[in-house]
């Protein structure tokens, strides 16, 4: 199976990507105690061939795109996927925000934390139940063509809504959770492998009930050698040939364990244990 994969059809990535967002504080708010580490960590993802790194203005909010432009800025050779469309309230919960003008202008304010004139990939990071989802995608395809983004993306979305979506504009990847232990988008998979789409599972980690002492993915790990998130990580890998985890993290150690997971190669048996 393949280890790159073309977003878009033109940006060529390979498929055991970085997910930005425990970088920041606790709750994901604020700025973490230690600065220099989340450089280190995003600086290491790139040396060990990660070549997608995912963000979100949410981070933060802010900080995680100020952290991947301050650690990788000119981003020679990587590509940059970040978000739109998710606010943070004062207590820090989350809140959609899918009106078209406030769309364009969080674009713009990426643009301007990340560097950049063209954001690679921009996902709309949540559908807003009071916003029309067309009026909310129609957005980010003004903004492609306005050149400001070069592709569009989504996240947390139906098939349905997918579907809806591509009536408007391209769209190169989806990202939802999906997971060992959570396969409910499986229909979004298939409709993504059907139109040769990315798919990014975020919580890619979580092994549900197959995580349980003595199961099947301690099974799994035992016969490879492995560990528990390399296992969840390579059948991920191996679900689909379009599938790219993001698993994030703010610790070096953990981000090596998890990027071996990319020479893990599990065998018929291991998938039949973990089915």
């Known amino acids: 199976m393949a280890d790159t994969f073309l977003i878009g059809g033109e940006l060529e990535v390979h498929r055991l990507a970085y997910g ?6 606790p709750r994901v708010l604020g700025w973490p105690a230690d600065r220099d580490a989340a450089v280190r960590v995003l600086r290491r993802a790139v040396e060990l061939g990660v070549d997608l790194i995912d963000t979100a203005d949410a981070y933060g909010p802010e900080v995680n795109e100020l952290q991947v432009a301050e650690a990788l800025h000119p981003y020679d050779g990587i590509v940059v996927a970040t978000k739109c469309g998710l606010t943070r309230t004062g207590n820090g919960a989350w809140a959609p925000d899918g009106r078209p003008e406030y769309l364009k202008s969080a674009c713009e304010a990426s643009l ?3 560097c950049l004139e063209t954001i690679d990939l921009l996902q709309l990071h949540r559908p807003d139940p009071k916003v029309p989802f067309g009026d909310s995608v129609g957005a980010l395809k003004e903004l492609r063509e306005e050149g400001k983004i070069r592709h569009v993306g989504l996240s947390n979305v139906s098939v349905a809504q997918l579907d809806e979506a591509r009536r408007i504009v391209e769209i190169a990847s989806v990202q939802n959770e999906y997971n060992l232990g959570n396969r409910e988008s499986d229909d979004v998979l298939q409709a993504c492998e059907r139109d040769g789409i990315a ?3 975020w919580y890619p980690l979580d092994a ?3 995580a349980r002492p003595g199961g099947p993915v301690e099974e799994v790990a035992r016969r490879q050698g492995a560990t528990a998130a390399q296992v969840a990580l390579a059948w991920l890998l191996r679900r689909s040939p379009l599938t790219i985890p993001i698993p994030g993290t703010a610790s070096v150690a953990h981000l090596e364990e998890n990027m071996a997971a ?3 190669e599990l065998t018929d048996s291991d998938l039949t244990t973990l089915a």
């Open 208 to 210: 549900g009930r197959l």
């Open 20 to 25: 930005g967002m425990r970088l920041c504080g």
């Open 112 to 114: 301007g934390r990340l």
């Open 262 to 264: 990319a020479d893990l």
């Open 199 to 201: 798919f990014l599972p």
